[in-house]
């Protein structure tokens, strides 16, 4: 088929949404569809035969978009409406996939356009608003209506996680929906010059990891409150890796303002190819983020690894780490700490967890299995 994705982001860019965007697009190409990516300026192209990227223009005073909603994501969603309009009229779409908000933008197209929609739900644009902006919580049946009219109208539903899936079956019950949840990621070949996180940093002891960008609701606050509590077990160091320079240097400060700077090191971004590398040098993989309902792609790849899991216990972890794989604990600093605690004294349970979570990743977080549902999807669109 001749498949139009709309993804408002930047695109390629190492983060989750633009992540999940290159395996879908890779699948599709795969699998013999012909694929145009309409996205944002900022990002890297990507060479996947079969696809053809096409992005809005840059606005010269736009020098990043950050992640989130935002008014510079909100004026690049405007000009894509234009974009979209030339594309359209110049190639014949069987089918529009639309990722996140950018299934309203298509939905304005689509009674001039014959082509079968697909809303890609990878969040929920209603509850975001609403989590960011707490002065909008009267407006969130607005929201919430709006959303249901974009799931009625499509064809088909990809939610990507169960609370979404949920959320979406109670706006239109008899909508076709599949479950397509984010994968571990694949790791690239170890480099020769690979980082020693043991050796770098002369750590002795055991190594609690935490990987991903460091916004409020990462937790990253909770965590260091844990590990000030845990000033006792000398033991114990946290990595953390990623965020922007700003928010490792602010975290720097706050870590040396709370006496803990020896036990704690940010080292800032690494390449997404090598996560597999860095997360198997811990002996504890953490994931204090403290709200939200999607499920971070980082946990499938701290699945893989066979590295036990410390989450907190919200609805973006339950609904796919439970006992059996993971230790989880309330979303405050006490709770962490006395969890970190547990697995630092008890290394059978650390093997236990780490290879029951390895096993359900093998099973279920793999991009086989998500590209199998993705094409499963797709012939039952293609059979409408």
Known sequence: MNILVMAPQPFYIERGTPIAVSLLLRALCEAGHKVDLLTYPEGEDVE??????????????????????????????????????????????????????????????????PARLVYDMDSSMADQLVEKWKALHMLAPVFDWFEYQAIKRSDLVLPVCKALAEKARRHCPDRKMYLLEDVALESEEQPDDSEDIRIELGIEGLIAVYVG??????GIDLLLQAMEKLLAEPKLHLVIIGGSQDDVRDYRNKAEQMSISGNVHLLGPRPVGQLMYYLKQADILVSPRTKGKNT?????????????VLATDISSHTQVLDSDCACLVKADGESIASGLKTLL???????????????????????????????????YLDSL
């Open 213 to 218: 960008n460091l916004e409020h609701y990462q």
């Open 345 to 379: 004294d008890n290394e059978e349970m650390r093997d236990r967890l780490g290879k029951a979570a390895a096993a359900r990743a093998a099973t279920n977080h793999t991009y086989e299995a998500f590209r199998n549902k993705l094409l499963d999807a797709y012939r």
């Open 48 to 113: 996947i035969d079969g696809l053809r990227i096409c992005r809005v223009h840059k606005v010269p005073f736009i020098k990043h978009v950050p992640i989130g909603f935002s008014w510079q994501k909100l004026l690049y969603d405007f000009l894509m409406v234009f974009k979209m309009v030339g594309l359209v009229r110049n190639n014949r779409y069987q089918v529009i996939h639309a990722v996140e908000e950018s299934v309203f933008i298509t939905l304005m197209m689509l009674p001039f356009v």
């Open 296 to 308: 971070p792609m980082k946990i499938y790849s701290y699945m893989a690894s066979g590295k036990p």
